[in-house]
């Protein structure tokens, strides 16, 4: 029986595609696009949690002569930052939004339980998932498959400072390959660093879609759930 629930979906935002062409901080004007496209969603009758990494403030993995789980720490705050933001641009424009940190921090986030989360999307709220899985070694990517998984979402957009997915690097080589269609095992056995082995396993093991997709234009994430073919779409079969 597939648990699913067909208007519940994540959208995952890469920190660098909200700070756009400052590459560092927050783009105002780009976060008040995502926040309409979001609330467009929202009155389609989706259900939508979110993840949001913190590449735009601090990546632990340039941080050489510092240990891991220092650097991961700081980028789970980091990411707290990005929610705190989002949120208040959502709220705004009249949609109620909450923040849920996997790190306890009551003066600012709820804490992440799930049901309370499934809860609050029934009560159509939109959910902000901060800091992580609480734990170092995994990624944002990581974290947004398994909230994914824990609230039968039946979809991730993942929103990156690329419009899809290429053999390598397209900014380097003019000759790389676009895929329009992946397979998590295309994925993992062509080494595609587009999201990280862990988050690769744990959402074909569980069979959640999802589609790759650039932010330049903030009108893709309507788009996509629209069903217009961008970007990449990566499933467990076709």
Do not use: C
Request: hydrophobic share 40%; proline share 3%.
């Amino acid at each position: 029986m597939n648990s699913k629930h067909e208007n519940r979906i994540i959208l995952k935002l890469s920190g660098e595609a909200i700070a756009k062409e400052h590459g560092m901080g927050i783009n105002f004007t780009t976060l008040d696009e995502i926040a309409i496209e979001i609330k467009n969603a929202y009155d389609l009758g989706y259900e939508i949690a979110i993840v949001i990494g913190g590449g735009n403030f601090w990546r632990g993995r340039s941080s050489q002569d510092m240990d891991r789980s220092t650097a991961d720490y700081m980028g789970m705050l980091a990411t707290v930052i990005n929610s705190l933001a989002l949120q208040s641009t959502i709220e705004n424009i009249g949609i109620p939004t909450r923040v849920m940190s996997a790190i306890e921090m009551n003066k600012v986030a709820e804490p992440y339980i799930r049901r309370k989360a499934v809860r609050h999307l029934e009560k159509k709220r939109v959910v902000i998932f901060s800091a992580g899985t609480g734990n170092p070694f995994f990624s944002t990517d990581t974290t947004a498959a398994l909230r994914a998984a824990e609230i039968d979402a039946s979809k991730i957009l993942f929103a990156k400072n690329i419009d899809a997915v290429y053999d390598k690097d397209p900014k380097v080589f003019k000759d790389a390959k676009k895929f329009d269609k992946l397979t998590y095992k295309e994925v993992i056995d062509k080494e595609l660093q587009v999201i990280d082995l862990t988050a690769a396993t744990l959402l074909n093991d569980n069979d959640i879609p999802i589609h790759i997709f650039g932010l330049d234009e903030p009108h893709n994430i309507i788009r996509i759930l629209n069903g217009e073919k961008i970007g990449t779409e990566i499933r467990r079969n076709f």
